[in-house]
């Protein structure tokens, strides 16, 4: 079967799930932000092996990895980790950043202590990426860079193509700010697929004032702080020029406030933390990712590297091994009914 042929196979899949027919050779690519997704099944899912191991955040990985790829049926799969180091570069400029998060379990029925949840989720972690290297999958990590700055600009590169639409898999509403006809958001909490319509439905506003929204309303999770006493509530009463189709800028927000000073204490509360807000919105930019030259160049060239292969007798030999059992009914159909077909549309794409 060749390139063109494959990718008449791969054409459209709708956000239901259901096949349609499109005469379209469009490019799907999936790009998967890696510990967030392993996270929330390693909290989600309780599962212990024969032996007595968790295994959720495993087991439960694969399933989610392979329910999106029967869904969205992508002509390329990225699988992003956070690296080594990763927040230094937004810690410099807010020493609180996402400060406390593995200081309580996750499981706390589970395991003894925290360290020893941690051993688990760095054990489940590396077997997984052993898994990911049987599958026709991409993955990339570097040190002292976060997932989301890889992500940010791998799918804004790969999206200049016309053809080409990326779909991000993550629940940080971060990435509802690089929302637009090219890039879906797909985040597993509500299961939903967020373009711009849907951005709009659920928080009243353009994806391209989705980063104001997030500066003038924090990050509890990242320990950013918002406007004290701004909330979702008030929020479109005294900044109801956020909700309409204009961009709103830093600049743009400090004149609003300046002419507006006397309404209301929130718009002098915002010119008074104006350079704590300036650092809140530099630290949430995805438009302007954290990355230096080098680390783009990285990137890009990581665009062009070919997809691991298909080893579809080592990863049931893992699979046996690791006694995940029922986790992925019929493993060796599994195998093949999920990534022959991407497989295929690799080996033909890198002829």
């Not at 890039?183 to 319509?197: A, G, L, W």
């Not at 743009?252 to 809140?280: G, M, T």
Request: proline share 3%.
């Amino acid at each position: 079967m060749d390139k063109k042929d494959l990718l008449k196979l791969l054409d459209g899949i709708h956000e239901d799930g259901k096949q349609t027919v499109q005469t379209s050779d469009e490019n799907r690519i999936l790009i998967i932000d890696g510990l967030n997704l392993f996270f929330r099944n390693f909290a989600v899912l309780n599962y212990i092996n024969p032996q007595g191991v968790h295994i959720g955040g495993l087991s439960g990985f694969l399933r989610s990895l392979g329910a999106l790829t029967k869904q969205l049926q992508p002509t390329s799969i990225h699988i992003i980790f956070d690296g080594v180091g990763s927040t230094i570069n937004r810690k410099n400029l807010l020493p609180e950043y996402k400060s406390g998060r593995n200081t309580t379990k996750m499981t706390k029925e589970l395991f003894n202590d925290v360290d020893e949840e941690n051993e688990s989720k760095a054990t489940q972690i590396g077997r997984l990426i052993h898994y990911l290297q049987c599958l026709p999958v991409k993955i990339l990590s570097m040190d002292k860079v976060e997932a989301d700055d890889i992500i940010a600009f791998l799918s804004k590169e790969i999206t200049k193509n016309t053809k080409t639409k990326a779909y991000i898999v993550s629940s940080d509403k971060d990435f509802l700010q690089l929302v637009d006809e090219n890039i879906t958001v797909y985040r597993p909490i509500e299961k939903e697929f967020f373009t711009p319509d849907k951005v709009r439905e659920k928080y009243g506003i353009h994806p391209h004032n989705f980063l104001m929204y997030k500066t003038l309303m924090g990050d509890g999770s990242d320990k950013i702080s918002g406007v004290k006493g701004l909330g979702e509530k008030k929020l479109p009463k005294i900044f109801p020029e956020l909700f309409n189709d204009e961009e709103i800028s830093l600049d743009r927000l400090f004149s609003i406030c300046e002419e507006k000073y006397k309404e209301h204490i929130i718009y002098s509360r915002v010119i008074f933390d104006f350079e704590s807000l300036k650092k809140n919105y530099k630290v949430m930019d995805l438009g302007n990712p954290m990355l230096v030259d080098e680390e783009k160049m990285l990137i890009l060239n990581y665009i062009k590297d070919p997809s691991y292969k298909l080893n579809i007798p080592e990863f049931i030999k893992m699979y046996h091994e690791d006694g995940l059992g029922n986790v992925l009914k019929n493993v060796d159909f599994w195998v093949r009914d999920v990534w022959t077909t991407l497989d295929r549309y690799n080996k033909a794409k890198n002829k």
